[in-house]
């Protein structure tokens, strides 16, 4: 089973509001990630969690605020976004942060 | 810097057609390949890798060859179906130490009936 399951699959938001994205995985893995996609573009690097700690944070503004409660669990929290934020938001694992990568189906967000 | 190169789309096929995907790339050493497929409104699903030279990768009818004289990874498909209609992501991560997954920038496929 490679399953990483995200919620919600749709999220609207204001620029004034805070919400969360929630990322889960029952694998096993013990690295965690974060992606923003935007339209017919590639995946982006925003941040890699090791053995529940951050370990890379590609440079994203502050109001993007990952959380891993767990090693099974990520969260991402959003405040104050802007509309360029807009995009989907996709979580991966891998075994290792060496390993191969398996993504969730995704958090399609808009910021109104 | 390491990169990935792939053709660019759409790939217009009727059914049945066979499939070739072009995908060339730049790193140093020995990298892992890989070839992740995103279906309309979805993520990314690993469809198949590879991690050294030679090594043929296949899943779902797809196969892609590790050639490390060509720095290639082309991808495969003897018979398309209106099903594989898809975005196509080649991509390639160093093997040393933590490395972030490159990737091409995506063929989109469209298969007709």
Redesign the interface.
């Known amino acids: 089973d490679?399953e990483v399951t995200?919620t919600p699959k749709h999220l609207v938001m204001g620029m004034t509001n805070k919400k969360s994205l929630k990322c889960e995985q029952h694998m096993g893995h013990r690295a965690m990630y974060w992606y923003k996609q935007k339209a017919?573009?590639?995946?982006e690097?925003m941040f890699?969690y090791?053995y529940e700690k951050l370990?890379?944070n590609e440079s994203v503004p502050s109001r993007f605020s990952p959380e891993c409660p767990n090693s099974s669990l990520l969260n991402l929290h959003l405040h104050a976004l802007q509309p360029e934020d807009s995009a989907?938001y996709?979580c991966?694992s891998s075994k290792g942060?060496?390993e191969?990568?398996?993504?969730?189906?995704?958090t399609?967000l808009l910021v109104l | 810097g390491n990169s990935v190169t792939q053709m660019e789309g759409p790939v217009t096929l009727s059914e049945e057609a066979f499939l070739t995907i072009n995908c060339t790339y730049t790193a140093t050493g020995y990298p892992?390949l890989?070839w992740?497929v995103q279906y309309p409104?979805?993520?990314?699903?690993?469809l198949l890798?590879a991690t050294k030279a030679d090594d043929k990768g296949s899943n779902k009818g797809f196969e892609a060859t590790y050639r490390k004289e060509t720095t290639s990874f082309h991808l495969e498909k003897g018979s398309v179906q209106v099903s594989d209609s898809a975005v196509y992501?080649c991509?390639l991560?160093r093997?040393t130490?933590?490395?972030?997954?490159v990737?091409?920038?995506?063929t989109r496929l469209l298969v007709s009936p």
């Open positions: 490679t995200q017919k573009k590639p995946p690097l890699v090791s370990s890379i989907l996709l991966a942060d060496q191969t990568q398996y993504f969730g189906p995704g399609r | 892992s890989f992740y409104g979805e993520g990314l699903q690993l890798k992501f991509a991560r093997n130490g933590f490395q972030k997954l990737f091409g920038t995506g």
